[in-house]
């Protein structure tokens, strides 16, 4: 079946640096991913929404120039945290649909937990 | 606009047991429904889905769920919870699909053996 992959899976950095995370769809194209970030015992609440050559979609109340999204390719969208600080950690987890299957399912990445220290 | 609501932050049920998670939604449309199970540290797996077939709809691990419009509601049910059953459980509304999920606050699921 189809599979969304994240790297990487756990990271952590210093306050001020920036870290890069990759979403991937390894057997289907996806024109849209979609980026969700989950708080300890909390659900998940979406970000932004990935589009394929042109700007993402942000959700009131994320800041675009702190959470830079990138969808390079069709099986390939980053979200990049940039100066990163210790409230940025939280688990990111990306998803896409697969527009090209009989049920337009909608599949997630593992997710990535990020520790800012 | 849509919504979805979990009736319960916290369920707790013996092994072998029945399991009754609910959830209500709000849409503006005929919406797909999911619902979605993720394990500590683990990522989401569909258990199941709602898009306009059966109102009764089976997933995997003895789970399934009835779509029931005039009550707006999505409940997951299983008839008899196992250990492995311990989880948080999320209801999930889309107006299709392939669009944006509108997540529920989710329900965390102890089995008590």
């Known amino acids: 079946g189809a599979v969304v992959s994240q790297h990487p899976s756990r990271v952590i950095c210093k306050s001020g640096t920036s870290v890069k995370i990759e979403c991937r769809s390894l057997?289907?194209?996806?024109?849209?991913m979609f980026w969700y970030r989950q708080f300890p015992k909390q659900s998940l609440m979406l970000m932004a929404t990935?589009?394929?050559?042109?700007?993402?979609?942000?959700e009131q109340g994320v800041e675009k120039d702190k959470f830079l999204i990138n969808h390079a390719s069709l099986t390939l969208s980053t979200l990049t945290v940039t100066s990163a600080h210790p409230e940025d950690s939280s688990f990111y987890i990306c998803?896409?649909?697969?527009?090209?299957?009989?049920?337009?399912?909608?599949?997630f990445g593992p997710g990535t937990r990020l520790t800012v220290l | 606009a849509q919504s979805v609501t979990q009736l319960d932050s916290h369920v707790s049920v013996s092994e072998g047991t029945p399991v009754l998670l609910r959830c209500n939604y709000s849409s503006s449309y005929s919406p797909s429904l999911f619902w979605y199970v993720q394990h500590p540290n683990k990522g989401l797996q569909l258990l199941l889905k709602?898009?306009?077939?059966?109102?009764l709809v089976k997933g995997i691990n003895g789970f399934e769920a009835e779509f029931k419009k005039s009550e707006t509601s999505f409940h997951l049910t299983k008839p008899s919870a196992h250990m492995s059953d311990a989880a948080e459980y999320f209801c999930?509304?889309?107006?299709?699909?392939?669009?944006?999920?509108?997540f529920g606050t989710g329900t965390s699921l102890t089995v008590i053996p």
């Open positions: 999930v509304v889309s107006e299709n699909t392939g669009n944006q999920f509108y």
């Open positions: 998803s896409a649909p697969d527009r090209g299957s009989s049920t337009d399912t909608q599949y």
């Open positions: 709602y898009t306009s077939a059966a109102t």
């Open positions: 057997d289907f194209q996806a024109t849209t």
């Open positions: 990935s589009n394929e050559g042109s700007k993402a979609t942000y």
